[in-house]
């Protein structure tokens, strides 16, 4: 079935370093979603991709949807202490039943101050 | 705050027994997606109630089963619980049948002895 592969499972930053996260997949995506889960607590949505080529902002966060759409990436710039989560990309499966999210595993970032 | 709400927080049963969840979903929405996530992974769809109809179904056995209520809140049920049903249950609403942004509750602990 369909899967998107994160990698890598587990970032350690030092504070102000900048972490990119990726997020794969073997077929062409209609969309990628990304959230953030804070350590206990639960998934937040931070945006939705949709265009080939996409580039989107939001301060410190960018995120890019692969020309092929096969692939996306969450990017910070110099890490904080807040930024510590894990970062899960999701999709929705095109055809196929309505309304689910295919999550990846996510990338657990810790940030050392 | 999402507006989700999603009782009990915490819940400890035994091998066997039946247990039900409960998600009151952010006002103005209609569509509740359910979500089980065990450790260190992503989340993965159980189903989707879109106007009190199951709307989409993952690979889940018909022990999980659910309901949607006319204002729209919603229950998780599962029979003959399992060890491996130990997990975060994680209830999510959204406007409309097609996801685009999802606002999760903040999950029920489910551990099974």
């Known amino acids: 079935g369909q899967q998107v592969m994160q990698i890598p499972q587990y970032q350690h930053v030092q504070e102000g370093e900048d972490f990119t996260t990726y997020c794969n997949s073997s077929t062409t995506l209609s969309n990628i979603q990304w959230y953030k889960q804070r350590p206990g607590g639960h998934p937040v949505f931070l945006i939705q991709l949709v265009k080939s080529g996409e580039v989107k902002k939001q301060k410190r966060l960018t995120f890019q949807f692969g020309e092929a759409k096969k692939n996306s990436s969450l990017h910070i710039t110099a890490t904080q202490t807040t930024d510590v989560g894990t970062y899960f990309c999701?999709?929705?499966?095109?055809?196929?039943?309505?309304?689910?999210?295919?999550f990846g595993k996510g990338t657990k970032l810790s940030v050392k101050p | 705050e999402t507006g989700v709400t999603q009782s009990p927080t915490h819940l400890i049963k035994t091998r066997g027994q039946q247990v039900t969840l409960r998600c009151s979903s952010q006002s103005g929405h209609n569509t509740v997606s359910w979500y089980q996530q065990a450790l260190g992974q992503g989340p993965q769809f159980i189903f989707q109630?879109?106007?009190?109809?199951?709307?989409g179904r993952g690979n889940f056995p018909p022990r999980f089963s659910g309901l949607q209520f006319p204002n729209y809140s919603s229950e998780l049920n599962v029979n003959a619980l399992e060890l491996d049903d130990s997990a975060l249950y994680l209830c999510?609403?959204?406007?409309?049948?097609?996801?685009?942004?999802?606002?999760f509750g903040p999950g029920t602990r489910l551990t099974v002895t």
């Open positions: 999701a999709e929705i499966p095109s055809g196929g039943s309505q309304g689910n999210l295919i």
């Open positions: 109630y879109y106007r009190e109809e199951e709307n």
């Open positions: 999510a609403s959204s406007q409309g049948q097609r996801t685009y942004e999802q606002y």
